[in-house]
């Protein structure tokens, strides 16, 4: 078990080494080969935040004259979804699209990460969304056909739950203003059996086929709906529904400089933490301690292998300022495992234990203060990433994954290579 714990974490280190290490100024050729293992390098590159790559942020205000204050919060929601929509058109990665309240105004924060152009992702985002059905052509060659019927003649959209007399389980309700009800009819009226396409921004939102002549204004799209894909639905009628207005109040473009000056002073300040800690782990415990900074210098390759590629699980984190600081908060947060260890291995052989029973007493017996600590932890991270801003959360991500390796590297690596030491 000893030798195939150290046979992984060799595996762990290259593999990290792989993902973290950028492209050479050199060419590293395998020996008797053509093969340049630089050309397989720096293929995960780390995602970085508006404020570390520079790139537009936009404050906008929704104009909520004309909309019911019971529809208010449901019509920024929507407008939310819209402006998100564009914004992943527009082809912009890793684009932060959130909502805030002040006072009686409702406003959307978008940072677009990369790109410098505020005045045309201003032009992008700012203008009302447009809800349209539309008839769909009889052959491929033929047209869409516009019918008429728009966002202004629908007056909202709501999930519901079928019974066991019509098609159970979630569904879109609509409900028409009489104009709309109107138009709805002698729409449905010609198009039984066939699909009728809703458009929003001129994008396909769904395309329900009409089982029969609806009058009265109201219907159902009916479908193998989960709650969330029912949700997202209304939402997204509702955003063409209840049009919202959007002001622009501030737009600016945020350069590269700042953010290179950020990453800089944020290396400088990490190396500068990690180089005093390596120094006052070897002055207090000896070899004990070089170890401890080995196992922290694993450490921060894993968590930085992690930032680059999410595990192959999740998206790659977007890396902000933020982030950068709980990561270099978790550097110092790492080694408090392996002085609890130390600490209690002290006090195993001061009582007459050998070494190598020291060592084993010393891991099981602090390992309730270690779970306890990283268990309190990453609840504060939960805390934070659940209330917490789109900043906050980058701090509470970095965090709960610097406290997670770190139970790891105390707990696996630090103790595979004392048992090698004490052996």
């Known amino acids: 078990m000893k030798r195939l714990n150290l046979w992984l974490i060799i595996l762990l280190i290259l593999g990290a080494i792989f993902v973290d290490l950028p492209k050479l100024p050199f ?16 293929k995960f590159p780390l995602k970085l935040g508006l404020d570390l790559q520079g790139g537009s942020q936009l404050v906008l205000e929704t104009q909520m004259d004309k909309i019911e204050a019971a529809n208010k919060d449901n019509a920024l929601e929507s407008a939310k979804q819209v402006i998100e929509k564009r914004v ?12 805030s309240k002040v006072g009686d105004s409702r406003r959307i924060l978008v940072e677009l990460p990369g790109l410098k152009d505020a005045s045309s992702a201003a032009e992008l985002v700012g203008k009302t969304a447009q809800l349209e059905f539309k008839e769909l052509p009889a052959s491929p060659s033929g047209e869409i056909a516009s019918t008429g019927l728009t966002g202004a003649d629908l007056k909202k959209a709501s999930v519901t739950f079928g019974d066991a007399s019509t098609q159970s389980g979630p569904q879109v309700a609509i409900e028409f203003t009489p104009e709309g009800a109107s138009k709805f ?22 395309a329900p086929t009409v089982q029969q002549e609806i009058i009265g204004g109201n219907a159902v799209i009916t479908g193998q709906f989960t709650t969330e894909e029912a949700k997202n639905l209304s939402i997204q009628l509702n955003a063409g529904a209840l049009p919202v207005p959007i ?48 196992a922290l210098m694993i450490y921060a390759l894993f968590v930085f292998a992690i930032f680059k590629t999410g595990l192959f699980i999740l998206p790659p984190f977007t890396l902000t300022l933020a982030g950068i600081a709980g990561f270099i908060l978790s550097i110092g947060m790492a080694v408090d495992a ?22 084993e007493l010393g891991f099981n017996r602090a390992w309730s203060s270690i779970w306890a600590s990283n268990v309190s932890s990453l609840m504060t991270a939960a805390i934070l990433y659940g209330f917490g801003t789109s900043v906050v959360k980058g701090f509470a991500i970095t965090l709960a994954i610097g406290v997670l390796v770190s139970m790891f590297t105390a707990i696996v690596i630090s103790r595979t290579f004392l048992r090698m030491i004490v052996r």
Do not use: C, H
């Not at 992943?88 to 909502?99: I, M």
């Not at 590269?256 to 002073?265: A, C, R, V, Y």
């Open 338 to 359: 392996n002085i609890l260890i130390f600490e209690r291995m002290k006090e195993e052989v001061r009582w007459g234990k050998s070494k190598k029973i020291a060592l």
């Open 27 to 42: 060419d590293l050729k395998v020996p008797r080969t053509q093969v340049n293992l630089n050309n397989y390098l720096d």
């Open 185 to 206: 009819a002698e729409i449905t009226k010609r198009n039984v059996g066939k699909p009728v396409a809703i458009f929003l921004d001129d994008q396909l939102v769904s």
């Open 247 to 294: 002001k622009i109040l501030e737009q600016r473009s945020i350069g590269p400089t700042l953010g290179q000056e950020s990453i800089n002073k944020s290396f400088i300040a990490g190396g500068i933490g990690l180089v005093i800690i390596a120094l006052y782990m070897i002055f207090s415990y000896g070899i004990l301690g070089l170890i401890a900074d080995l």
């Open 88 to 99: 992943n058109l527009y082809g912009v990665s890793e684009a932060v699209v959130q909502t």
